[in-house]
């Protein structure tokens, strides 16, 4: 009887080993810089990707830390006909790391070095977009005699960025 046991469990064992949870590969958040057009986008294709490239090589440059949080933030243009700024709206940053609850309503968030780092996040791809309008930008083509709106959605990773 006990022999029928230990063969039952040496057969059972890899069934069981199956069955044990298994440690998942978890994936880290790749840093990057996307533009769509809101609205009518024929014949911006390449407009939209210098201004991608330009947009993102000055996001490099001035990459705000070694250690960013990972997370995302949106801007919204409106680039005149002529490629100028004329107008920049930035939703709020959006962490894509879980915090518990008490960790936002906490005290003194002006301290927090987490919101201090947020903040440059902020700061360096308002500058490095607004690096790419300042002198003369990048035209778009001469049959587009209207506004321009665009979303730049920078995602901060682990690591900078490539181009």
């Known amino acids: 009887m006990i022999r029928g046991l230990i063969r039952v469990g040496w057969v059972m064992l890899p069934l069981v080993g199956i069955a ?18 809101i609205g009518d986008a024929s014949g911006l294709d390449p407009y939209i990707a210098t201004v991608r490239s330009e947009i993102k090589q000055a996001w490099i440059d001035g990459w705000p830390s070694d250690n960013p949080e990972p997370g995302r933030i949106v801007l919204t243009l409106r680039i005149n006909h002529a490629g100028y700024l004329g107008f920049m709206d930035a939703a709020e940053f959006v962490p894509t790391i879980a915090l518990p609850h008490s960790g936002l309503l906490g005290g003194r968030q002006y301290l927090d070095p987490a919101r201090v780092r947020r903040m440059a996040q902020i700061q360096a791809a308002l500058r490095a977009t607004e690096k790419v ?31």
Request: no cysteine.
């Open 20 to 37: 044990w949870p298994q440690e998942l590969h978890r994936t880290e958040p790749v840093s990057d810089v996307t533009l769509s057009v």
């Open 133 to 163: 309008f300042t002198g003369l930008p990048p035209a778009p083509p001469d049959e587009y005699s209207h506004q321009i709106t665009v979303k730049v959605a920078f995602v901060f990773g682990i690591n900078r960025p490539q181009l």
